[in-house]
């Protein structure tokens, strides 16, 4: 069974510092899901990236995929309140006949 | 564009009582289907998908049931609901298996 890690469970921490959530595996990836949930509601699809040592931003939010495609980050740059929620890393392997798998999520709490 | 619904938002259920949930996708062909549930705080429990009318794959033994009777017609049932069915479900859809995933707003079902 693949595993995918989510690191840290739970981060609260005030507006305008800097925070970084890891997704981790030790299987390959074809590509990799990043989703924002907010509570009550849905997840809402942030970025995918699928290209190994792939960089990409979303205004304060920059995910970066693992040179090896095993394993991604998500760094806010100066957190605001309107970022609270729970991320969510989902990824695909290779082939056409596997679901995704996902993380258990990292919930985000960003305090004024 | 593709839009999905999914309803009731709450439901009150007494142990012992029947569940349908329904979610309905506009605006694609043929989409993959799928139902999640979701402990609060917590990450996504694969139930169902569907890659066609008429074809249901169970990640879960349990005792809840799907069908897919339309194209863009996904139902998530119960015959005789427990308490362990409370949670927050959620409908999604995509475009193939191991492709992003666009969610539903949810169902909070709460059994008594």
């Known amino acids: 069974t693949q595993l995918l890690e989510q690191s840290p469970q739970f981060l609260s921490i005030q507006e305008g510092e800097n925070l970084t959530v890891y997704c981790n595996s030790s299987?390959?990836?074809?590509?990799l899901q990043w989703y924002r949930q907010e509570p009550g509601e849905g997840p809402v699809l942030l970025v995918t990236v699928v290209t190994g040592g792939e960089v990409k931003k979303l205004k304060r939010l920059t995910f970066q995929f693992g040179d090896a495609r095993k394993d991604s980050s998500l760094h806010i740059t100066a957190a605001q309140p309107g970022d609270t929620g729970l991320y969510l890393c989902a990824a695909a392997l290779d082939g056409s006949n596997y679901q995704l798998i996902w993380g258990a999520g990292t919930k985000l709490i960003i305090k004024p | 564009s593709q839009t999905i619904h999914q309803w009731p938002a709450t439901l009150v259920q007494p142990v012992g009582s029947p569940l349908s949930l329904e979610c309905t996708v506009e605006?694609?062909?043929?989409?993959?289907l799928y139902w999640y549930r979701q402990a609060a705080g917590r990450g996504l429990q694969l139930l169902f998908y569907s890659v066609g009318i008429g074809q249901i794959s169970s990640e879960v033994p349990q005792n809840l049931s799907a069908s897919r009777p339309q194209d863009r017609q996904f139902i998530l049932s119960s015959k005789k609901l427990l308490l362990s069915d409370s949670g927050f479900y959620l409908c999604?859809?995509?475009?193939?298996?191991?492709?992003?995933?666009?969610f539903g707003p949810g169902t909070r079902l709460t059994v008594t």
């Open positions: 605006g694609t062909s043929n989409p993959n």
């Open positions: 299987s390959v990836f074809s590509s």
């Open positions: 999604a859809w995509s475009f193939r298996v191991g492709s992003e995933q666009y």
